[in-house]
Structure formats: C-alpha cells, structure tokens
C-alpha cells in the first residue's frame, strides 16, 4: 500500500474524530434509548474519549496496509511529554491545598472589588486565573479556573447560553493569557527557541494586548452572569469539612511540587518522579485532601495522546497551507485552522518555514492563540476544562456547536487586540 494512499486514509478517520467531537452529545441520546447498548454510546459520548479512540483506529488500520512493524514504530516515534504534562499538572493543581490557597488569594482580592463578592471572584476567576498561566503554564490555570468556577457559574440551573459564554470565554482567555511569557501557552512555546521570542519579547508584543483582551471578555461575561452567580467554593465532592485550615508546610509541599513540574515541563522523567512523589505524600497527609481527579486527568491525557498520534499524519496537507499564505491570511487562515487542529501544531508547522518574515511569524501566532477556544481540539487544555465542567451542562456533555457559538465573540475581541492595537 502507497504512503499517499495511507496519508488519505489517516485524513479520513482525522476528519471523522473531528465530526465525532461535533455529534459526541447524541450518543449520549442513544445509550437512553438502546439501554442494552448503554456503556458503549457512553463511552463514544465522552468527549475526552473521542480522539484516543480514533488514534487506535488509525493504528489499526496502519497495521493492516502498512505491517504492525510500522505502525508499532509509528506510535514510538511520536513525543508524548504533553499529554503526560497535562495529566500531571492536572492533578497537582487540583489538589486542595492548592486550590484553597489561589481561592483564599482571589475572595481577598474581590472583597477590595467595588462590587458584590460573587461577581468579583467570576471577574477574577475568569480574567486573573487564566492570566496566572503566563506564570503557572496554561494546563495549570485552566484547571484551577475550572475549578473555582463549575459551583459558582457551570451548575444546571444556569441557562445554558449564558454557560456557554462563559466558556467560551474561559477558554479563549486560557488561550491568550498564557501570551505574556515564552514558556506556558503550547503555540508559544513550538517557537520560542526557534525564532529566539524571549518572555520580554512576548510580553511587549503579545502580552499586554492578550491581557486587555482577557479583561474585556471576562467583564462580558460577568455581566451577563451576574443575575445567576453563587459564592465561590470548592465543587468535586468536597470530603474535607468546611473550615478546617491546611497547614503552611502541606501547601508549601504542594506548592513546591507545583512549581517543580512546571520548571521540568520538558523532562517527563523529572515530573513524573515529582508526581510519585506528591502521590505519596497526599497518602501521609490524606486528612488534608480532597479525592485526586485522576480519572478526569487520565482521560484528558488519553485524548491528548490520541491528538498526537492522528495530528502526526495531517502534515501532508496542512504544512503547504500554511506555508502559502501573506501574513493577512496566515492570521485568518490560522485563525480558522485552529479550531480543526491544535494551535500548537500549527505554529509547529510554521516554525519549520524557512524565511519566514517576522510579521509572518507574529500574524500565525496571533491567529492561532486567539483561536484556541473555538473548539475542544483547538487548545491542549481545553480537554481539561471539558472534563472538569461537563456536568454543569445538559446530559452532563458540552456541546461542539454551543461552545463555537459561544467562543465567537471572545474569540472576536481577541482577534481585534492582536490585529488593531
């Protein structure tokens, strides 16, 4: 069999596992009205799923034109150091010594907010958290806001558009408030070293335009929250009571850890022997602990996964796209790839242009960031915030097309601040 033949068949399931993010809701449907066929429809209607699930496909059907040999090599050769980022992170910072910790930080700075408490925790919830993955890295931020936000503004009784709005926000600000540092938004970082964008670099060019831009969107949706927002407290069942005080040296464990993955982000080796080691350390101390979102953070990390593996095969017809365009079309046209691809795949791609100008360079960034809320895919910690708020939702899924629409004007706002300012 052809490696063109093998590049369409990739194609194919790719496009498929995108439409399947499109369709995940009605399977949920389906398990009500085929019972016996339950956990199957279920389990295709987990979002988190959908790409892992297509990768094992594609695997397969690599194994049956091309041998087992190379799809076994094909799966190897891929680098799996985010998604195993992703779920470690994940899990540390939703830890609740962490999460008390920024929520204690952020009730203190609303109460000094000329307005009512609830709609300052949202404000800040939705604008400085996502702003704190400049320091903390994106995964991190998305983690923590999701968090903090899914009691107080993802619960079933906010009407659903308003709830969308607000993710819609929550992600596109994730997406642009990792902008102020060159190591913590996913895009950024594939080009970094490349094109030698240093953190002042980014936080004069893109930066102070990424923070305007998260401030005017989550003012936005505050507002239009602002009827229907409860005190800000900590969801996921909760089994530490209410008011017993985490000692200084646990969160300072916790918070060292923390610290410790995001500086060996590229080392896995590093982070996973800093994650054993918190794992170990949350058994000595279990009376300080609320339950370790493990399963969210695995399936996160399964989806990632699958994205790397179907991403590997779509360079054939995404690299001369991006290769082709002015850099008016490289910012709309990244603007637009982003929502069926990862951004970070896309300035991946354009990091390997020889001669690329810098506004050209500028123009594919800028696109890709501030599309990186359009869709699940579009950004590495969206799965997170999926995973972690789904259940505020209908039929505890969130919809492709409800977060589109409910991306577009956030997604506006950010394009304007990068393109105007």
Do not use: C
Request: without cysteine; aromatic residues 10%.
């Amino acid at each position: 069999m052809s490696d063109t033949a093998l590049q369409w068949v990739a194609a194919g399931i790719f496009a498929i596992a995108l439409l399947h993010t499109f369709v995940a809701k009605q399977f949920e449907q389906l398990s009500r009205r085929y019972p016996a066929h339950a956990g199957l429809f279920h389990l295709l209607g987990e979002v988190e799923v959908v790409f892992g699930f297509w990768a094992i496909v594609l695997v397969l059907a690599m194994a049956l034109m091309a041998g087992g040999a190379p799809a076994l090599d094909y799966v190897e050769s891929r680098n799996y150091t985010e998604p195993l980022f992703v779920f470690v992170v994940m899990v540390i910072a939703a830890s609740r010594p962490v999460l008390l910790t920024v929520m204690s930080t952020v009730n203190a700075a609303a109460r000094m907010l000329p307005v009512s408490t609830p709609l300052a925790t949202a404000w800040l919830g939705l604008a400085a958290v996502p702003l704190l993955g400049s320091l903390i890295t994106e995964p991190a931020a998305m983690t923590i806001a999701a968090l903090m936000l899914a009691p107080q503004i993802f619960r079933p009784q906010v009407p659903e558009k308003v709830k969308y709005l607000a993710l819609g926000v929550l992600f596109v600000n994730v997406s642009i408030g990792g902008t102020l540092t060159s190591y913590a938004a996913p895009p950024v970082l594939m080009v970094a070293t490349t094109w030698q964008w240093d953190s002042a670099f980014m936080l004069a060019t893109f930066g102070w335009k990424a923070a305007l831009g998260v401030m005017v969107n989550a003012t936005v949706a505050a507002l239009a929250l602002r009827k229907h927002l409860l005190p800000a407290s900590i969801g996921r069942g909760d089994t530490v009571p209410d008011g017993v005080p985490v000692p200084v040296s646990v969160v300072a464990v916790h918070l060292g850890l923390l610290v410790g993955v995001v500086l060996s982000a590229h080392h896995p080796v590093v982070f996973l022997g800093l994650f054993l080691m918190f794992l170990g350390f949350t058994q000595a101390y279990e009376r300080h602990q609320s339950p370790l979102i493990l399963k969210e953070a695995l399936l996160v990390g399964f989806f990632l996964a699958g994205l790397v593996v179907l991403g590997g095969m779509q360079h054939w017809w995404l690299q001369p796209i991006v290769s082709g365009l002015t850099p008016m079309a490289l910012f709309f046209g990244a603007l637009g790839l982003t929502a069926i691809t990862d951004n970070a795949a896309l300035t991946y791609l354009g990091s390997l242009i020889t001669g690329i100008t810098p506004q050209s360079q500028y123009m594919l960034v800028a696109g890709a960031v501030a599309g990186g809320g359009l869709t699940v895919i579009a950004n590495a910690p969206n799965p997170a915030g999926v995973a972690l708020l789904r259940r505020g939702f209908a039929e505890e899924t969130i919809g492709a097309g409800g977060l589109l629409l409910g991306a577009l004007g956030p997604t506006a706002v950010a394009a304007a601040m990068f393109m105007l300012l």
